[in-house]
T-cell receptor
């Protein structure tokens, strides 16, 4: 069974640009969550999608958005990038939205210059 | 806002030593999970504890959930270099209406 796949693995952008990150969950998993990980703040919850609907949202500005497709694949978008957006962005999938076992991808390392 | 404090933040020990890392909160959680994250990878779930006072063992790792379900500890016996990584605890709220709250982690280095 393939794990959670995130693309791209690395990304370098400049301030003001936008970026789209992709996440393919484990087959059969319908819930996808996104987290931002930085050395100073640790893992912070961005949002969660289930059946193409955003179910929960963390405390991030509106520049951070996401969506989920009918095949459960998810994308997150960050517009007007800021230096502080440099982080590892992790996607996690689970069978359902309940707080059960999360399977994380390897993440996308975003650097904003 | 629920917060999880992990200590110590960094730990460097020699192979064969024992260690304990802690995860504390002023909030009650319905469940507590422990993850290990290696450089360049995402966190991998090690264990979930759900009952106050619960103790779970995974080979050389022993996990305990506090009686009041506000804290947890992870004890590693005879640490090995392969145990090196970032250990994260995450608290879950009842009903799954809120996502997991993660601590900032304990970065463990086991030197051969």
């Amino acid at each position: 069974k393939a794990g959670v796949t995130q693309t791209p693995r690395y990304l370098i952008k400049t301030r003001g640009q936008q970026v789209t990150l992709s996440c393919s969950p484990i087959s059969g998993h319908r819930s996808v969550s996104w987290y931002q990980q930085t050395p100073g703040q640790g893992l912070q919850f961005l949002f969660e999608y289930f059946s193409e609907t955003q179910r929960n949202k963390g405390n991030f500005p509106g520049r951070f958005s996401g969506r989920q497709f009918s095949n459960s694949r998810s994308e997150m978008n960050v517009s007007t990038l800021e230096l502080g957006d440099s982080a590892l962005y992790l996607c996690a999938s689970s069978f359902s939205p309940l707080n059960e076992k999360l399977f994380f991808g390897s993440g996308t390392q975003l650097s904003v210059l | 806002t629920q917060l999880l404090e992990q200590s110590p933040q960094f730990l460097s020990i020699q192979e064969g030593e024992n260690l304990t890392v802690y995860c504390n909160s002023s909030s009650v959680f319905s469940s507590l999970q422990w993850y290990r994250q290696e450089p360049g990878e995402g966190p991998v779930l090690l264990v979930t504890v759900v009952t106050g006072g619960e103790v779970k063992k995974l080979k050389r790792l022993t996990f305990q959930f506090g009686d009041a379900r506000k804290d947890s500890s992870l004890h590693i016996t005879a640490a090995q270099p392969g145990d090196t990584g970032l250990y994260l605890c995450a608290g879950g709220s009842q009903g799954g209406s809120e996502k997991l709250v993660f601590g900032k982690g304990t970065k463990l280095t086991v030197n051969p």
